[in-house]
């Protein structure tokens, strides 16, 4: 006797394969998270089908930055308490925010949209390069606050680095400095599970003891 | 100088807590997904809102055994290729998906919609029960097909096994086998890794070697 396939109903598969392609989540976490849905009430459900909805009508990139945003400026920009006269060059609005939880960095940001690869085919015209260049020809957000610094933040690895570095020769002809993230062995890491390039960069970047 | 939380903007958190609240999911994991979101096309974030409106629009659950289904009947009760003699009660739908997937098993399903439990103060009217004794009661879903089986595969545990024990009880007397699942060493397991509990079940149930 043949049994017949006694699958997921289809729209119960059609949430499973929805929650299945999502970043980092397999088959089995998909399906699971489909029998959830199931068990909350319509109305947490429909706010759920809203908040998507919602999130992919109201977010848009702030005009000055790149930066995700509500509204026409992203709350950075729009801020009166931030230092204008730094600008951190980050590759998407995730890592913005990871700088932002240290609380160390008060200046403003500029957000690529990625990095330059020749593999992938991604030209600085693929990405929001030109606005940052007119930004610092410009002078800043306001009329008087001059950026005197751009501090690369993208990320160590190939093409972040090659990124960093052409930004770096577009920028400085206008008189900033131009500066990266340090690089080194991260705090809680230790010597000996260090790979080589880490070890290389901590120990060209070594600082005299205080 | 203060700085202003640069938070998510509102309909991004939102989105965020919507992934958070589903099981097995962070907040870091979840805030990846509503970017995530944020970078599919409006047609898949339609679709992806529409399929959590859609499940719970749709999916009811099955008039006979409490499995799911977006009909009047789930697949398996509409099949005419299932053994009609045999009833596995389970706990829930995807412990039936489970069971589906070992296509060892070719007969109907019971699902409970969970297990007795004062403690939790589950009592057995809170249970799909009654309509599984009217099932066993009536001969099964068809005319010509007497229930002679009745297996229980709820989760091995205080409250699986009390209500396992509290239906063959009700069950027994309209003169039909029940049975459980065995318990043991789970298949790729080992004797030394496994509980107390575990071995002695299998020592327990131990069957002669052919």
């Known amino acids: 006797m043949k049994l017949p396939e006694a699958g997921l109903p289809a729209a119960l598969s059609r949430l499973s394969e929805c929650f299945a392609s999502l970043p980092g989540v397999g088959s089995k976490s998909a399906r699971r998270m489909a029998f959830h849905i199931l068990?909350?009430?319509?109305?947490?459900?429909?706010?759920?089908?809203?908040?998507?909805?919602?999130?992919?009508?109201?977010?848009?990139?702030?005009?000055?930055?790149?930066?995700?945003?509500?509204?026409?400026?992203?709350?950075?920009?729009?801020?009166?308490?931030?230092?204008?006269?730094?600008?951190?060059?980050?590759?998407?609005?995730?890592?913005?925010?990871?700088i932002e939880r240290t609380r160390e960095y008060a200046g403003l940001y500029h957000v690529l949209g990625g990095v330059i690869s020749p593999l992938r085919r991604i030209t600085p015209?693929?990405?929001?390069?030109?606005?940052?260049?007119?930004?610092?020809?410009?002078?800043?957000?306001?009329?008087?606050?001059?950026?005197?610094?751009?501090?690369?933040?993208?990320?160590?690895?190939?093409?972040?680095?090659?990124?960093?570095?052409?930004?770096?020769?577009?920028?400085?002809?206008?008189?900033?400095?131009?500066?990266?993230?340090?690089?080194?062995?991260p705090v809680g890491g230790n010597v000996e599970f260090s790979d080589n390039a880490t070890l290389y960069r901590a120990l060209e970047g070594r600082v005299e003891v205080e």
């Open 125 to 185: 015209d693929d990405l929001n390069i030109q606005p940052l260049v007119k930004r610092i020809s410009a002078g800043g957000n306001g009329e008087n606050s001059a950026i005197n610094e751009v501090i690369m933040a993208t990320n160590p690895g190939a093409e972040g680095e090659a990124t960093a570095m052409y930004l770096s020769r577009l920028i400085r002809p206008f008189g900033v400095r131009v500066t990266r993230l340090a690089y080194g062995i």
């Open 39 to 98: 068990n909350i009430s319509d109305e947490r459900a429909a706010e759920f089908a809203e908040a998507i909805l919602g999130a992919k009508r109201d977010i848009h990139t702030c005009r000055i930055c790149g930066n995700l945003s509500d509204g026409d400026l992203c709350v950075i920009c729009a801020s009166d308490r931030r230092d204008g006269s730094k600008i951190c060059v980050v590759e998407t609005a995730v890592d913005l925010l990871s």
